[in-house]
């Protein structure tokens, strides 16, 4: 994609009208749930449905479109700003936490650093702005984003359990999401020849992502009383680090390394989006207590309830 292209595209208000529209969405969610025409069990399945069959479709589908073409050359680009992005925030974890002063939670506050939600928010933003040509590259961030949080991420979780009563969770990083990444980037590399019913097929799956997530996360809002998402000091501070201070720095300073637009707008926008809601899911299952987890459940509403706002303000610096 040209750097004019792009360069039109890129802008406050056409950003905000995405998010703005995600946003609705969202309160369709938070509405159902209010007038109980879903429960949380119906949450729960839904999210299954979204982690294991959806958004794996959508990763498939965003490589099977022939009109997208992307350069062997974007593709070690992009492999450089997948590795500046993990290192950048693993980084940033530690004194962010520390100068959090939150004790015990550190290790939560790393984890809600670390891993944003590339997926699920991720795609349906960047591909509202650049098309289906996008996807393959966020397909690498989510490939080694699986392997990471099944490591790295029940690495942290753990780490204040007494090592006899940690989990072996190698067998845990083959998942939906990292498969489908994986035949995603197959399927790139050698172009086979796929029948068009089941193009078709991922294409009507996978497009059902972002009204699904953005219900779920408006499910999730709901679920909660308003003091306790908003009751934590501590957590508007780490929101405005997270989602603006890290990705404006980052835009501007890193701004001499940029070659092609898209990608480096990618790397920018991956940088300022909310927690991931895996998170909690991580905790809960490797050892987290419910304080604990909550705190991580009352980070991901925050961050993501502040992206509407704060990643159109990004935008602006780009």
């Known amino acids: 994609m040209g750097e004019r292209k792009v360069g039109k595209k890129m802008n406050f208000f056409v950003v905000l009208q995405q998010m703005l529209a995600l946003f609705a969405m969202i309160f369709i969610g938070f509405y159902a749930y209010k007038v109980h025409w879903v429960t949380q069990d119906t949450s729960d399945r839904l999210s299954k449905l979204l982690v294991n069959i959806l958004n794996p479709a959508l990763l498939i589908n965003g490589v099977l479109d022939k009109t997208v073409v992307a350069r062997k050359d974007l593709l070690l680009e992009n492999l450089f700003y997948i590795f500046l992005y993990f290192v950048l925030l693993i980084g940033l974890s530690f004194p962010i936490a520390k100068v959090l002063r939150v004790g015990k939670m550190e ?13 699920f928010m991720g795609i349906p933003v960047l591909r509202s702005i650049f098309g289906n040509g996008c996807v393959i590259y966020i397909t690498f961030y989510i490939l080694i984003y699986n392997i990471l949080i099944y490591t790295l991420g029940i690495a942290f979780a753990q780490r204040s359990l007494p090592k006899e009563e940690r989990k072996n ?20 590399v050698f172009h086979p020849n796929i029948p068009q019913g089941a193009v078709t097929f991922f294409n009507y799956v996978g497009n059902a992502v972002i ?52 990608l480096f707008v990618i790397f920018i926008l991956m940088l300022a989006m909310p927690s991931g809601s895996i998170i909690a ?15 991580c459940s009352k980070g991901v509403l925050m961050t993501t309830l502040f992206s509407i706002i704060t990643i159109p303000i990004v935008v602006l610096f780009l």
């Open 107 to 119: 290790n939560r506050y790393q984890l809600m650093l670390i891993f944003s939600n590339v997926g």
């Open 169 to 188: 969770a190698v067998k845990e990083m083959i998942n939906p999401g990292t498969v489908s990444a994986v035949f995603a980037i197959l399927i790139f």
């Open 211 to 262: 009204p699904f997530s953005m219900i779920i996360i408006g499910i999730s809002i709901a679920q909660m009383p308003w003091k306790e998402i908003f009751g934590h000091v501590k957590l508007y501070i780490f929101s405005a680090i997270k989602l603006l201070v890290i990705p404006i720095l980052c835009a501007i300073l890193l701004r001499p390394l940029k070659r092609d637009t898209m």
């Open 281 to 295: 899911m991580i905790v809960r299952e490797y050892g987290g207590k419910t304080e604990e987890e909550d705190i």
